[in-house]
Each structure stands twice: as structure tokens, then as C-alpha cells.
């Protein structure tokens, strides 16, 4: 199959097994390789010069070193292994003799000839242990390493004393989690399924061991893999081209076509990035022309081109140069392809013409100069190569007492120590897991892809954010984990050249957004495409990124979580001085019950959580991708391209252990992408800034013991106590007294993390001042979009969007006073089902409350801290005063971002799509003089059942009578429409009874009961076409989840979306500690999980449509040069350009719903789910197949609301 590896004929079998027989005698000898089996193995390279390979090295045996005396400990154990050792042996050596004895009889020319050819199928291995045909026969030494030939005749034969702890294997009493676990994964025919935990860990192991030059630690893993015919199973040429990387690098061809041999035993062949390894090794080890005219051969003969070899295969630092070399050996006057843009086209029927026929508009510019976003990146580079951002907390301002200098000296004293103790203990245990040499997977190279120091760091960091009351083990352990991995990741971007390429770049791209360069019709997407083609040659900017799997990074993080217990020690008497001072641990590892389930947890001591409460230190550490960019996002142009510069960044958000989502993207056809990446990178390069005149409101208030009010939270100093006495005087019981306890401390719990997170946002936002910054956006698998910063960002609450503001202004022009009035009195929540202009006249009405809450927010009367969102209110509030004094408020410059919202934004998709009128008109799709309430209609529908009920002497009907109003069934109705079930809503609504004064408290269950079967039944009878289009969606998703498989679809965008619910698999992650259980219901190897398919199915279609909606809503907005940013449904401009995104908005919902989007989720389902099934399958689930078919062909009628009228429709988004 593959001449080029079959130049020489083999030897024959009988010397292979003489050289295994005089191994097996020879009881203390490492290696023994016959002259003729090892120039059989060296003559299957295919790209080394036959004659170097002749010149092999004489017979050596290495003896291995006798083990020390330790007759301290058990010495009978050892010697029954021993026995045990030697006596398996000698069978193997009977056995071998045996077969030698058949070989030496049965030898005949003619059959000498047969046996010839079935070796050319099945090529031998050295005459080791390591023979790939019958791993269980040969199974390597613990102590011995294989020797392999290298051009020019040398041999290699390295013993594990040679090696230092960076190339040696993990501890003998460590279970790792994927050893076990490779025999136990399903492979199924899904894509998905075929990458598992295991395939992933392999995948990351031999990514660590390249970074670190451990090419040869590489291949055992490969090796140990590729032996085994049931493990071989979970390689894919992805690994084998790796390890041909590997040694490329060092100019081992001898290596490299092993890795071809090793390719054809696996059935697997070479592809463009195998011969690129090939071409490249031989630039580096000067071999003679013929091999390589011989290599360029055999890659024309498997159908590759040398162009194609430049254009498809993807390139690291110097990689490109060196085929390029090799290739002109042969070829002097051959030239790469020129580089050229591929132009690809979307063929998403809603947007087949928005690239094509659109007339080019240039795109807006920001108010920056070139040089100043050039000086923007550099800064936001040096940023995300540092890892980590230390910044000022919030709570420097406070007084500094002297308790709080003793605690700051005590700490500065100890955190010196505690770190020389982690960084010696980490060293010694890296030494510990260096001690075997196995080809199993063991932590030792993830323990050295940083500097000890580092991980010393990240330990460090962990222990100054533990909260007082502990943190789960596990959720410490990923979090520690991920650490390592995010500092791994940008530390191999900031190693290699890709760093410079994307420098470069960037400073062309900027001409693209810079206020000081000419315009250009390019989108950030094609611009930076553009640029890229242009500089083809360098490394590839796809980076070659893999994830480690939760169960590798969850090992990772316990193993320097068992380190922090271990080491971090505090005197006894620190605060107490006493006689007898002792070294105590400062965490804790110790066990606590959550939701039934007993859980591991890190504790601090008293002692710890007291010195750091008293030193209340004012510095904050973030990794730097958690604060925002300070400088225009990088354009995503791939699936695994875009966002920050180092920072590891995908184009979708994925759930833990879901790997399905980004196979589907990187199926997809490219062009279909485009719409999804040209919208994130327009809500990415929205600039923004700080309100600081609310900033220092809030801070005030955070500083003044908080208030609870306003969202700004409290201090855990405010926590309840519990109390020891009953209302009556009486002492409470024990178990009464025990949940009071239970109660207060959730109490703190809670107090402690909402101040924590509120401090993180003001202290981001403090840190940023004045400049400008930038969100990152990307997605989740149903396409709904995320800023990537966690903390400070658009999406958060109130009071983080009270003190954002657009960093570019915009004149108010004739109407934007209006709008920002109007928007006042939207976040006051008062007058909603006012017309426009009776909101506008009523904030006129109240013109001097708004002004002296912008005068005199803390002082006055207070009139913004009683709206729904008083934050933003308090904002407007100053906005509209600045205004109203300017000069010409039509001239003012604002900066204040106007939102309009859809009104029940789901039901709005589920109307559109059933054409229902009277659903339609409930949700504001028809024009009305007045908008309509949806959560109010409900309400009345219900008071009216109530009525009729307590009529009929229905006892919780009566006690009802009063209750029943909009904020009691509102949340119910709007999640109702995302799949809340009966039992949700009834809790939801039990949650609203509980607030509302004066309702008799006994009868809370009952009436929460009855009121959801009511709020159901009037959604039923005012949206039927909902209902209907529902339950299709639902049973659908049932019947598909039945025949095995997940639901999958595509947006009208083209993204594809898939569900991935499965049924859960637990995973064991074994430590010194204890014993992890990961749980995981994304597996894909696992079933699907029909209840949560068929529950999810509905609500995740309706939000990869309202996204769709947003998606088309941005980029016809920056075709009118707006600032247009989104949260989910409330889409957010300049009050300037509210009416032009108000007609954008309407326009491209009746664009989007006027497509057959039933009708093509039908066909999309009919053709996967129910075409091309094999017979065996259909024939076994013939009814069920039946039954899918028919549901699939039959979609819901749809009714006669005309769709234009959304159109003309005010209360649509408002």
C-alpha cells in the first residue's frame, strides 16, 4: 500500500525469534537486536539513504543495575515477585523455543516466499518487548528504553538514570483516571462520540511533551497506545503527525518513518501533514535528493499536490522555510501558490445577497487615531502576557487602623515562607512523579510546561480568594486546573512567532477602524482575511489549542490542592501568645453535606481567616482575561481565531466535557459562518467607557456598609447572628436552634459572595478610569452572544449598567431628548401601559424630581432610588440634566446608551411563527394606539377563572380574591415560553405569594397549586398556535432522543446547533485526599437524555431565533453606521439613532419570520433523521421510524396574522 516504506526485503522469522529467545536467557539484559532484524527495521524508513542504514551499530547488552538492599521492607514480597517474574519468563521462553523449532522445520523456499509477503502486511518491530503484533506477549520492562537508529549508522539506548525528572513517568501509587477508563469508552459512528476523555488526555499529553522537547517521552506514549490493537482505537492521525513533528525538528528521519510504518499497521494514510513533517525533517538532516524525489512521488501518488502541501497544511515558526528547501532540491525553480483571499459564499437563503448585491457602505470609524489603537494593542499584549492584572480594590480609601498594619506586617512576613514551602514541596513531588518510566498517561509533563515558580503563584492566589466559610474541593481543583492550563496556553502563543505575525497584522487593521485613514468597504473579518493573504508565510494563526478534559484539568488542580493542605502551616499562638508555640495547618480538608450528597471541602482556620479579615488588604489579582480589552478585539475569522491575542478564546462557549459543539463549526461550511462572526465582531468593537459621577456614588455607598435596597451588598461584618431565645423569652431547642445556625450561616454565605462580586466590578471598573475599553463577544451553542470578561460587562445587573457608558458620543439631534426621557420613565417601571407620548409628558411633569436627583443624589429627595432600576435611573437622571442646561440640547454630545426592549420577546417568535392573531396582538406584533400587557391579559383571564370558581365554593379560590394581580403570574408567563414546566411555575409563583403582605402563609402550597394550572389554562386559550407549535417541537425532540440520537438544527444564519444532553456519566478522579466523582451529562459516548431533549428542544429553538433576530438587527445597523450593542432582547443606541434602529429592528424580524422556518426545520430533521437509516435499524424500530416520519411531515397550520403589520407596529420594541 505504501511502496515507499517496502525498499528492502525483511529477514526471516526465524532470526526475529532467535534474537527474542537469546533476550529471554539473558535474565539481567536489557535489549538484545540481531545485525539482520535491526537493518530490517532500519530498511523500513522510507525516506533515509539505504546505504547509511547498513551501517549498524555491533550488539550491545546493557545489564541493569542490581536493585538495592532494602531488606528493611518485606523482603518475602519481593521475592515471591521475583519468582513470580522469573517463572513467567521461562514460559515464554518454552514457548518461543517452540515456535522456533516449527520455523525451522517448515523452512522452504516456495513458503519462504508467502511468508515473505503476509511480513510486507504486517511489518515486524525490533526484536524487543515492544513488538506491536502481540502486546500481551511483549510487554516492555519498566526499566528499559527502546534504541532506535538514527541516519549516518549511530544507535541510541538511554536508561531511565540518564534521564532528569522531565522526561520520567508519573508515581507507581497514583490511579489515574484514564488508564482504566480507554477500555470502558463506547466508540460509536457519531463524531462526537469518538472523542472522549481518554482521546482528549492522549491529545494533551503528547501536546505538553512536545512543547517541552520531550519527543521521545512522546513516542512512548504513542507507542504504549499503538500496541494494543483495543487501545489503538483511540488514536487518529492527528497524534502520529504530531510525533513526526516532533522529530522533524530534531532531523530524525529514522523516527519519522517509523511514524509511517506505524501509520500503515494502524490503517491509517498519510496526509498532507505527514509529508509536510517528512520534507520538513529532511531539510534538517541534509538527505540525499533521491529520498526526497522518491517522497514527493509517493505524495502524487496519493492524490496530493506541492501546492496544496503550502496552502492546506498548517505551519508553526520555520516549518514552511524548511519544505520550502526541500522541495527546490528537486524543483529549483518551484514557487508557492500566490497568496490569494479565499473568497467563499454564503448561501444562507435569508442573507444570500448581503455580500453580493448590498451596495458597499465603509465602515464606521472610531474616534482614535491609528497610532493610539497601535499603542492600545501593545498594552493589551503586555497584559495578557503577564497572565495576571493586580489592581487597587475599591476599599483602599478606608482608614487604615493599626490592627490592620499589624495583620499586613504578620502576612508579609508569612507569605515568603508559605511560598519557599510550596515551591520546595512542588519540586520534590515533580521528583516523586518523574520516578517511573511508563507509556502510560501520569501528570509529569503538565507539572513542567510552567516554571516552578508559577505554580507556586497560582497557589498562592487560590489561598488569598478562599472565602471564609471554605469552597468545595472540587470546585478549588478546577479552578486550580484551569489556571494552568490558561498560563500553558499563552505561554506557548508568547513562545512561538505567532505573537509577531498577529502584531503585524494588527497594526495594518487598525487603518480599517482609525478615525485618521481613508475609508474601506471591507468588514473587520474580510479586511483582516485580506491582510492575512497577503502575508501568507509565517506560522499558521489557527492555533493548534487543546482543551484538556475536566477530568484532567479537576487531576491537575487536586494534586497542587493536596500540596496547599500539606505544606501551609501557621504558628498556634500568632494572635495568643502562648508557652509551647506549634505549627498548625491554615486549610483544612473536610467533609460537608450539599443537597443530600456528601461533598470534599477546603476550610481555612480561624487563625487564616482572622489575619486576613483584620489586615483587609486593598489589592485585587485577576487573570488578565477577566478584565476588558483596552483595545478593539482581534476579528474572529475562525472557529478558534478571534477575541483576545493570547488569552485562550473559542468562537462558541462549550459545557464542560461538550466537544460536539465545536466539531459541528468546524464541519460547517465556512461561508456560513460569516453572518455569526461578523455580528460578534460588531458588538465586540463597540467601545465603552466608565461613568465615574456614578461610580463615586456607588462606591460611597459600597464603603458605608452597602445598601440592600439599591443592590449594593453589605459586609459579612452585617451578617445575622443566630439568636439562642425563642420569640417568647424561651430557650430554642436543639434542632431549632440547629437551623437557625444553618440559616444564618447560608445567610453570610450568600452576603459574603454578593459583596465579593460587587467589589470585583468597582474595583475593574475604578482601575479602567478614563480610557476606553472593549468587550469581547462570543456565543453559546444555541448562538445567543456573551462579552467574554465575566465580571464588569453589559450583561450584568442594574448597577453595573448604571456606570457604563458609550466611550464615542453622539449629538442628541432633534428627538434624543425625548428618547432619553422616555427611557427614564421605562426604568422607573411606572406607566407601562402608557402611550409614548403620555411617558414623555409625564416625565416633563416630574422635570425637577429628575433634576434634584441629579443634583443631590444622596441629600435631596431621593425620587430615583424608588424606580425598578434605580442605578440606570440615577444616570438618566443626569443625563437628562446635562442636557436640559446645555446650550442646544440637540447639540449635546451624549454618551448614554437608550435601550428598547421587546415586549415578551419569545411569544413574540412563537406568534410570528403560528401566525396567530389574537397571539399577536397580545404581544404587540399588530399596531396600537396604547401597548399591550401580555403579563396584565393573563392576569384578568385568571381573575375571571377565580371568580367563576369562587362562585362554585372553591375554598383557595376565595381566599385568593385581592391577590391575584401582574407581578404574580409575570415570571411564569414569560418563562413558560422557555419550557418551565408546572412544577417550576409553581414555585415561581409560591415566591411571589410569599412576598405579598397580608396572604395567609398556610395556604401558600394550595394556592400556588391551583394558580399555575390557571396561568397555564389561559395561555393555552389565548395562544393556540403556540401551544400547538409547542407540542411539536416537544414530541419531535421525544422521538428523536428515542431512536438514540440528539436533536440537532440549523439557524437561519446557517449555524448549526446541536443539544447536548446525555445521560449522565460519573467519572472517578482518584487522589491522596479522596476520591472524586465527576458527573457529566454531556458525554457524547453516552445516550441521549430523552426528558431533557424533548423539555429543551422548544425553548433552545426560540433563542437561536431571537439571536438570529439580534444577529440580522447588528449587521443592518452598521450598515446605517450605527453604535449597536444587545442584551439578548433589548438592543441598546445612541438616542440620536433610536428611530433608525427601531425600523432596522421590525424590518429584519418580518424578514427573518417571512422565511419557511418550520417548513425547513421539517425537511433538515426528514433528511437526517429519517433518510438513508440502514435496514437493519429501521427494520428495528420500524414503529418508532414510522411514527418520527409522520410527526416530521406534518408541520403546525399556520393562521392569517399578515406579518407586515409589525411594521407600523410602536410597542414592538420599546
Known amino acids: 500500500k505504501f511502496s515507499l516504506l517496502m525498499l528492502c526485503p525483511r529477514p526471516p522469522r526465524r532470526t526475529v525469534l532467535e534474537a527474542r529467545v537469546k533476550q529471554l536467557q539473558a535474565n539481567n539484559v536489557c535489549e538484545v537486536v540481531a545485525p539482520e532484524a535491526r537493518e530490517a527495521l532500519s530498511q523500513t524508513s522510507s525516506f533515509s539513504e539505504v546505504s547509511s542504514w547498513k551501517k549498524s551499530a555491533p550488539i550491545r547488552k546493557e545489564a541493569t543495575p542490581k536493585p538495592e538492599d532494602r531488606s528493611a521492607s518485606n523482603p518475602s514480597r519481593w521475592m515471591e515477585k521475583l519468582n513470580k517474574e522469573k517463572s513467567i519468563k521461562h514460559k515464554r ?36 518487548d515492544r513488538d506491536p503484533r502481540n502486546p500481551a506477549k511483549f510487554k516492555a520492562s519498566e526499566k528499559t528504553r527502546v534504541r532506535h537508529n538514527v541516519p549516518g549508522g549511530t544507535s ?44 482528549l488526555s492522549i491529545l494533551a499529553y503528547l501536546d505538553c511533551c512536545l512543547f517541552l522537547g520531550q519527543v521521545e517521552r512522546a513516542e512512548q506514549c504513542l507507542m504504549f497506545y499503538h500496541r494494543s490493537h483495543a487501545r489503538r482505537k483511540l488514536l487518529d492521525i492527528q497524534m502520529y503527525n504530531w510525533v513526526m513533528r516532533g522529530y522533524a525538528k530534531k532531523g530524525a528521519l529514522s523516527q519519522v518513518g517509523q511514524m509511517f510504518q506505524w501509520l500503515e499497521e494502524a490503517g491509517l494514510k498519510p496526509n498532507l501533514e505527514s509529508y509536510a513533517a517528512a520534507l520538513e525533517c529532511m531539510a534538517r538532516s541534509s538527505t540525499s535528493t533521491g529520498v526526497i524525489a522518491r517522497c514527493l512521488q509517493q505524495l502524487k501518488k496519493d492524490g496530493f499536490q506541492l501546492e496544496d502541501l503550502l496552502r492546506e497544511s498548517q505551519y508553526q515558526e520555520d516549518e514552511m522555510k524548511m519544505v520550502l528547501e526541500t522541495i527546490r532540491r528537486i524543483r529549483p525553480a518551484f514557487q508557492p501558490p500566490p497568496p490569494t483571499r479565499q473568497v467563499e459564499v454564503c448561501t444562507v437563503p435569508v442573507f444570500r445577497d448581503f455580500y453580493t448585491k448590498e451596495k ?44 490592620a498594619v499589624k495583620a499586613r506586617e504578620l502576612l508579609a512576613r508569612l507569605r515568603p515562607r508559605w511560598r519557599a514551602a510550596l515551591l520546595h514541596s512542588f519540586q520534590e513531588s515533580k521528583l516523586h512523579l518523574s520516578q517511573k518510566i511508563s507509556g502510560q498517561l501520569n501528570l509529569c509533563p503538565f507539572m513542567c510546561v510552567l516554571k516552578d515558580e508559577e505554580y507556586a503563584d497560582i497557589m498562592m492566589q487560590i489561598v488569598s480568594s478562599l472565602p471564609p466559610q471554605g469552597e468545595s474541593l472540587l470546585m478549588l481543583a478546577r479552578e486550580l486546573g484551569t489556571k494552568v492550563y490558561n498560563r500553558y496556553v499563552i505561554k506557548k502563543k508568547s513562545w512561538s512567532h505567532l505573537v509577531e505575525k498577529i502584531q503585524r497584522l494588527y497594526d495594518s487593521y487598525v487603518q480599517l477602524l482609525a478615525k485618521d485613514t481613508p475609508p474601506d468597504n471591507f468588514l473587520p473579518r474580510e479586511y483582516w482575511e485580506q491582510l492575512e493573504a497577503e502575508t501568507s508565510q509565517g506560522p499558521s494563526l489557527v492555533p493548534q489549542e487543546h482543551v484538556w478534559p475536566n477530568s484532567l484539568t479537576v487531576q491537575v488542580g487536586l494534586h497542587l490542592l493536596e500540596l496547599l493542605v500539606q505544606v501551609l502551616k501557621v504558628e498556634s499562638n500568632l494572635f495568643s501568645p502562648g508557652p509551647e508555640p506549634k505549627l498548625i495547618p491554615i486549610l483544612y480538608h473536610v467533609y460537608s453535606f450539599r443537597s443530600g450528597r456528601q461533598i470534599g471541602f477546603i476550610k481555612p482556620h480561624p487563625i487564616l481567616t482572622r489575619l486576613f479579615f483584620e489586615a483587609a488588604e486593598t489589592t485585587l489579582t485577576f487573570d488578565s482575561f477577566v478584565i476588558p480589552m483596552l483595545c478593539p478585539p482581534v476579528p474572529w475569522v475562525s472557529p478558534s481565531f478571534g477575541a483576545y491575542i493570547l488569552s485562550p478564546t473559542k468562537l462558541m462557549r462549550c459545557i464542560d466535557g461538550a466537544v460536539q459543539h465545536q466539531l459541528l463549526l468546524e464541519k460547517s461550511p465556512r461561508g456560513n459562518l460569516f453572518l455569526v462572526m461578523d455580528a460578534l465582531n460588531q458588538l465586540g468593537n463597540c467601545p465603552w467607557k466608565v461613568n465615574q459621577a456614578i461610580l463615586e456614588v456607588v462606591i460611597s455607598i459600597f464603603n458605608d456598609k452597602g445598601d440592600e435596597k439599591l443592590d449594593v451588598p453589605p459586609p459579612p461584618s452585617e451578617a445575622p447572628q443566630p439568636t439562642r431565645l425563642a420569640l417568647g423569652g424561651t430557650p430554642l431547642t436543639k434542632a431549632a436552634l440547629k437551623r437557625e445556625i444553618t440559616q444564618c450561616r447560608k445567610k453570610a454565605m450568600e452576603m459574603f459572595s454578593l459583596r465579593m462580586d460587587a467589589l470585583y466590578k468597582l474595583s475593574i471598573a475604578k482601575h479602567l478610569g478614563d480610557r476606553a475599553f472593549w468587550f469581547p463577544h462570543n456565543m453559546d451553542f444555541r448562538g445567543r452572544t456573551y462579552p467574554c470578561p465575566p465580571h464588569f460587562n453589559h450583561l450584568g445587573n442594574d448597577l453595573t449598567r448604571g456606570i457604563l457608558l458609550f466611550a464615542e458620543g453622539k449629538p442628541l439631534g432633534p428627538r434624543g431628548l425625548d428618547w432619553l426621557k422616555i427611557h427614564l420613565i421605562n426604568l422607573t417601571g411606572l406607566k407601562k401601559k402608557s402611550a409614548l407620548q403620555d411617558r414623555l409628558a409625564y416625565a416633563n411633569e416630574i422635570l425637577e424630581d429628575v433634576l434634584d436627583s441629579a443634583d443631590h443624589p444622596l441629600t435631596g429627595r431621593k425620587w430615583w432610588m424608588d424606580a425598578d432600576e434605580p442605578w440606570q435611573a440615577l444616570a438618566c437622571c443626569m443625563e437628562i440634566a446635562r442636557a436640559t442646561r446645555a446650550p442646544d440640547p440637540a447639540a449635546y454630545i451624549s454618551h448614554f446608551p437608550i435601550h428598547q426592549d421587546g415586549s415578551c420577546n419569545g411569544l413574540q417568535h412563537y406568534a410570528a411563527l403560528g401566525r396567530d392573531v389574537i397571539g399577536a396582538t397580545s404581544v404587540n406584533l399588530t399596531p396600537c394606539d396604547v401597548p399591550q400587557d401580555v403579563y396584565s391579559s393573563v392576569a384578568q383571564q385568571v381573575e375571571l377563572f377565580r371568580k367563576r370558581d369562587a362562585e362554585q365554593g372553591v375554598k383557595i379560590a376565595q381566599i385568593l380574591d385581592g391577590f391575584i394581580g401582574r407581578k404574580v403570574v409575570k415570571q411564569t408567563v414569560m418563562t413558560v415560553v422557555y419550557g418551565v414546566t408546572r412544577y417550576g411555575g ?48 416537544t414530541d419531535s425532540a421525544r422521538l428523536i432522543a428515542k431512536t438514540g440520537r440528539t436533536v440537532e438544527w440549523v439557524t437561519p444564519l446557517g449555524l448549526p446547533v446541536i443539544q447536548p444532553y446525555h445521560r449522565s456519566k460519573t467519572t472517578q478522579v482518584n487522589s491522596s485526599m479522596q476520591t472524586v466523582s465527576l458527573k457529566s451529562c454531556f458525554d457524547a459516548s453516552q445516550k441521549p437524555d430523552t426528558v431533557k431533549q424533548k423539555n429543551a428542544f422548544p425553548p433552545n429553538f426560540i433563542h437561536s431565533l431571537d439571536s438570529t433576530h439580534m444577529m440580522l438587527t447588528a449587521l443592518h445597523c452598521h450598515r446605517r453606521g450605527l453604535t449597536f450593542v444587545s442584551v439578548h432582547d433589548c438592543y441598546w443606541t445612541h438616542a440620536i439613532t433610536v428611530d433608525i434602529m427601531n425600523q432596522v429592528c421590525r424590518e429584519q424580524f418580518v424578514e427573518l419570520h417571512s422565511q419557511p422556518i418550520l417548513q425547513q426545520l421539517s425537511k433538515f430533521m426528514l433528511q437526517k433523521y429519517c433518510a438513508n437509516l440502514p435496514v437493519e435499524r429501521r427494520k428495528k424500530k420500524a414503529q418508532e421510524h414510522h411514527q418520527l416520519l409522520q410527526l416530521l411531515s406534518t408541520v403546525p397550520e399556520r393562521g392569517d396574522f399578515d406579518l407586515q403589520k409589525v411594521k407600523e407596529s410602536t410597542y414592538f420594541f420599546g
Not at 372 to 379: G, H, I, S, T, Y
Not at 384 to 394: H, L, P
Open 93 to 128: 521462553l518454552l514457548r518461543l523455543k517452540a515456535k522456533l523449532s516449527a520455523a525451522s522445520s517448515c523452512m522452504k523456499p516456495a513458503r519462504e516466499g508467502g511468508k515473505a509477503a503476509q511480513r510486507e502486511r504486517s511489518p515486524p518491530k525490533q526484536a524487543t
Open 156 to 199: 541510541l539506548s538511554t536508561h531511565p538514570s540518564q534521564h532528569d525528572h522531565r522526561t520520567s513517568e508519573g508515581p507507581e501509587k497514583q490511579v489515574w483516571i484514564w488508564e482504566d477508563a480507554e477500555e470502558k469508552l463506547r466508540l460509536e459512528e457519531e463524531e462526537g462520540s469518538r472523542h472522549g476523555n481518554v482521546r
Open 986 to 1033: 409553581r414555585l415561581q409563583i409560591e415566591k411571589r405569594l410569599r412576598e405579598i403582605e397580608g396572604f395567609p402563609q398556610e395556604y401558600v402550597w394550595e394556592a400556588s397549586h391551583y394558580l399555575v394550572q390557571q396561568v397555564f389554562t389561559s395561555l393555552r386559550e389565548m395562544f393556540s398556535s403556540t401551544r400547538e407549535i409547542q407540542n411539536w417541537l
Open 360 to 403: 458597499p457602505v465603509s465602515y464606521p470609524k472610531l474616534d482614535f487615531t491609528a497610532q493610539e489603537l497601535r499603542e492600545c494593542f501593545r498594552q493589551q499584549l503586555k497584559m495578557e502576557a503577564s497572565n495576571s492584572v493586580t489592581i487597587d480594590s475599591v476599599e483602599a480609601d478606608k482608614p487604615l487602623t493599626e490592627q
